[in-house]
């Protein structure tokens, strides 16, 4: 089977977001498809997917032009897609995930759920996806959920699967196995569409990647001949740097103190169960681990926002345990939170608002009750220079910006303050190359500045770039410390998945 | 900027990522809810939306006129040429004398802005919560309690007007504070929903108003009905223009809903309490993040939503009722909800919604003069106005507005 994409154009409002893309895939191999937040590759998915109407262009199946108007017909021509965010139903089983929406059923329409348990394994040992039909899926960890999407597409009899930012979820060793599983695939004979923007992934897995960037295919490579340098230069469109350039650091006196700290998740869990490290000035200590092993809920102790159960946080030799998230503020902290769009920012506020969210209750901002807006625009049109948030203007919505610019508002906010203390999760999540460059300058800047900075990042790549010292978080304790010359990924991923040091 | 970095399609405005890349759709703040309420939109949302819904409004009234005189209709198949005729005439007598009745003469206008006043400061008060992402639907029981804390002030003491009416004012603001405060500090403590809540308070207030104007206290002496003392002179508001025509009935109340729109305008956007509460109704977690205390900006919400419907329970006692009888509200509270969404929760758009609201009640009467088309046809006006708010991508397909991009929502979660 042939999957072509033809002079695909899709226009929104104001925004070429896909301009005359060519693409094929083919049976049998792996296309990666690389680009920036932005460039396109989402929305060209979508219009494979049905999602989308394309504003021009074909789609056409071994010669023939397709009109898939919605997942059903895309599905039915053979198409699949594995989201990134999965679409499972946590309180099924794997059997009824998969079976959901096509369910097999008996005389009379009653479920059969023994096909269904039988299909799914069926498909399990055809393909090498380990995976319990009868598991509740809310039980099993990421990298077996992507298994069972993958289930569920090849129970639909997918012969294109397009994985959609498949690995920004598992750990390193599941990254491993999701390879392998990708390559059994390929080799059962199915065409493979793999979209990152991760560049060691894209040319570890790929047969052939094309590149886009602002909506166009910029370029097509072979992975074996170029290099990440050229692929990232390609997917900019200007050389950049991927190594963090940064000098040694000079650790100065204790900056955060915490000590046997245990705190609770929200289903009342230990989560943080009996943490104690310090963070001193001047330098970035980095925690890694897989989400959910309480990397959250450490940071939010730390910034007020969740009470500690016990133990004592201490800022410059203070108790800060039970200060609320403003007495912290005011303490000189810098807090990027994890997710920019729950909390880090007010989508219906402007760009001007949004700089001032959380130092708007004082001088110069505003006296009394009164808030001062044309020096808050004042301080807004600088920050936006400073920090290069592109923006049409600082009256316009964060909503309306990109990832990567919404993410530069919150950093030139926290930033922008003089601050002792910085915590940052996840700081460049969902961000292009540019702006991860970016981001990090600004975080080694602060560092040498005798900032104290600790970075919670699920991407390895992230932690050994930046950090002086490495933590790694799992399940609710600090399981290693190491230096990152001292370490390597697949050593941290071991420790990520829970194995001891011998 | 360079031309190499800054690149207009990726860092600019993206509705793109908007509907795809960010799981945006299902973010915080976001959805058909601060749609509706004003919340969030651009222009065409905040304003096309609710000229075009009223405009869609009158023409299905038109409708209504057209179909709802069983002789006309009979008369279509005999003669339909005599039938059009009439029908146009009839239309055009209904909402002629709903026109003259509202702004066609001194007192029409007076009747107008008469009635505008309590509706503005109601729906001033259900605005306020909109913007906090609150729902509240107490401005009737909160403009009984406020009306009779002020009905209380205005009888009992005997001061000069320049004490004595400040005095009743700001009783009916107290009176109608307690009884939204009381719900917002249920949903700050509690999690009981205000919508619940107000709902409850409503029903409390109104059978309380109904026991107290039997207490010997409230009730006129010499009356087994349940009416209330006269509020004394001193606590008047002055009516306005008694120099051209003593019966007319505008009165010194709406300055005081004007000025409490320039009051909720000011609070909202310019001080830092406005911030909060803005900052909450859009986004609780980034309010929180913030440092923001969102059970204390609910309370104060909803205390200050109470006052202002209090103050609207006030106005009327203080001017055009002079004394309380059971359900002297007269739904304007729920009026005010209505009139709230079509005022997209600014305090000025409340003032537009308001003169419009008070325009429709005000020339009702005349129009079932001038057309013998019944009163009702103005509830049925003023439901179909919330229809087309509440559903405003009907609105913009009839009329074929740009979609907004912000609202498709066909991927979220899907992202990358």
Redesign the interface.
Same mark, same amino acid.
């Given at each position: 089977m042939e999957l072509e994409l033809k002079g695909i154009t899709k226009r929104f409002p104001g925004v070429l977001a896909n301009d005359r893309v060519n693409l094929t895939i083919r049976s049998g191999e792996v296309l990666g498809l690389l680009g920036e937040n932005g460039a396109g590759k989402t929305t060209l998915m979508n219009i494979l997917y049905g999602l989308y109407t394309a504003t021009d262009g074909d789609i056409l199946i071994d010669g023939e032009v397709q009109d898939l108007k919605t997942p059903g017909d895309a599905i039915a021509a053979g198409i699949g897609m594995v989201h990134q965010h999965f679409m499972l139903v946590p309180v099924f089983t794997v059997a009824e995930n998969v079976v959901l929406g096509v369910e097999p059923t008996k005389a009379a329409g009653i479920l059969d759920m023994q096909e269904a348990r039988r299909d799914v394994r069926e498909i399990s040992a055809k393909y090498g996806l380990e995976v319990d039909p009868d598991a509740v899926i809310e039980d099993l960890p990421v990298g077996i959920q992507q298994r069972v999407e993958i289930i569920k597409v090849l129970f639909r009899e997918a012969e294109i699967i397009v994985f959609d930012e498949p690995t920004a979820v598992l750990t390193p060793q599941e990254v491993e196995e999701f390879f392998g599983i990708v390559r059994s695939l390929r080799e059962a004979g199915k065409g493979i569409v793999f979209i990152t923007h991760k560049l060691d992934e894209i040319r570890e897995i790929s047969d052939r990647i094309n590149v886009l960037r602002r909506g166009r295919i910029v370029g097509e490579a072979d992975p074996k001949e170029i290099s990440e340098e050229q692929l990232a230069e390609l997917m900019v469109g200007r050389p950049v740097e991927l190594v963090v350039a940064k000098e040694a650091s000079k650790p100065g006196d204790p900056m955060l103190e915490v000590e046997d700290l245990i705190v609770l998740d929200d289903r009342n869990h230990p989560n943080v169960d009996g943490v104690s490290f310090i963070v001193r000035a001047g330098e970035i200590v980095g925690i890694a681990g897989v989400q959910g092993n309480g990397q959250t809920e450490l940071v939010e102790a730390l910034t007020g926002l969740r009470p500690a159960l016990s133990g004592i946080v201490r800022l410059a030799g203070e108790d800060v345990t039970d200060d609320t998230p403003r007495e912290i503020h005011r303490k000189s902290v810098a807090h990027v939170p994890e997710d920019r769009q729950r909390s880090g920012l007010v989508l219906n506020f402007t760009v001007a608002e949004n700089l001032v969210l959380d130092s708007y209750y004082d001088q110069p901002f505003s006296k009394g009750i009164v808030m001062d807006w044309d020096l808050t625009r004042g301080h807004a049109r600088k920050l936006v220079e400073e920090y290069d948030v592109r923006t049409p203007s600082i009256e316009v919505e964060v909503r309306n910006l990109s990832g990567g610019n919404q993410q530069k508002v919150i950093v030139a906010r926290e930033f922008s303050r003089d601050v002792k203390f910085t915590v940052a999760s996840q700081p460049t999540r969902g961000l292009d190359v540019g702006s991860i460059e970016y981001i990090h300058e600004q975080i080694v800047k602060e560092r040498d500045a005798g900032g104290a900075i600790l970075i919670v990042s699920t991407e390895l790549d992230e932690i050994m770039a930046l950090s002086d010292r490495i933590l790694v978080m799992f399940r609710g304790k600090i399981v290693a410390e190491r230096r990152p010359d001292e370490t390597n990924m697949t050593q941290l991923g071991l420790f990520m998945a829970g194995v001891t040091e011998t | 900027?360079s031309d190499?970095?800054?690149?207009p399609?990726?860092? *600019?405005?993206?509705?793109?990522? !908007?509907?795809?890349?960010?799981?945006?759709g299902n973010?915080?703040? !976001?959805g058909p809810w $601060?749609r509706i309420t004003g919340?969030?939109g651009d222009w065409r949302s905040l304003v096309l939306v609710p000229v075009l819904a009223v405009f869609t409004a009158l023409v299905i009234g038109a409708i209504i006129i057209a179909v709802s005189d069983i002789e006309l209709l009979s008369l279509w198949g005999e003669d339909a040429g005599e039938a059009f005729r009439q029908t146009l005439a009839r239309i055009g007598d209904a909402y002629g004398g709903l026109f003259t009745g509202a702004f066609g003469s001194v007192r029409g206008i007076s009747e107008t802005l008469t009635w505008a006043t309590p509706l503005i400061l109601a729906g001033l008060s259900v605005a306020i919560g909109f913007r906090a992402g609150l729902f509240n639907i107490g401005a009737e029981g909160q403009m009984l309690m406020g009306g009779m804390l002020a009905l209380v002030v205005g009888f009992q003491l005997n001061l000069t007007i320049w004490l004595h009416l400040p005095l009743a004012l700001l009783g009916g603001f107290i009176g109608g504070a307690i009884w939204g405060g009381i719900p917002g500090w249920l949903r700050a403590r509690t999690g009981a929903h205000e919508v619940i809540t107000t709902i409850m308070f409503n029903w409390i207030a109104i059978r309380f108003v109904d026991y107290a104007l039997k207490t010997p206290f409230i009730q006129r002496e010499g009356r087994p009905d349940r009416i209330s003392k006269d509020v004394l002179e001193s606590a008047r508001l002055p009516k306005l223009l008694e120099w051209i025509d003593p019966q007319l009935r505008l009165n010194a109340g709406i300055f005081v809903a004007l000025l409490a729109a320039w009051a909720v305008y000011w609070l909202l956007f !310019?001080?830092?309490?406005g911030?909060e509460f !803005?900052?909450v109704g859009?986004?609780p977690? *980034?309010?929180?993040? $913030? *440092?923001?205390?969102v059970t204390r900006s609910y309370i104060m919400v909803m205390a200050i939503a109470g006052g202002l419907g209090g103050l609207a329970g006030s106005t009327q006692i203080l001017s055009v009722l002079g004394n309380a009888t059971p359900g002297f509200s007269a739904n304007l509270g729920f009026d005010a909800i209505a009139l709230a969404l079509l005022g997209r929760s600014h305090p000025f758009g409340v003032v537009l919604a308001g003169i419009l609201f008070g325009a429709l009640r005000a020339g009702g009467q005349q129009m079932q003069v001038a057309s013998d088309v019944g009163i009702d046809l103005i509830l049925v006006i003023q439901a179909l106005i919330v229809v087309f708010i509440a559903a405003p991508e009907l609105i913009k397909a009839i009329f074929r507005v740009?979609a907004v991009? *912000?609202t498709e929502q066909?991927?979220r979660?899907?992202?990358?």
């Open positions: - | 900027m190499e970095n800054g690149v399609e990726t860092d *600019g405005p993206a509705p793109e990522e !908007r509907a795809t890349a960010e799981p945006a973010g915080p703040g !976001r $601060a919340a969030e !310019r001080s830092t309490i911030f !803005r900052a859009a986004n977690d *980034g309010a929180k993040y $913030a *440092g923001m205390n740009k991009k *912000g066909i991927t979660g899907w992202a990358t």
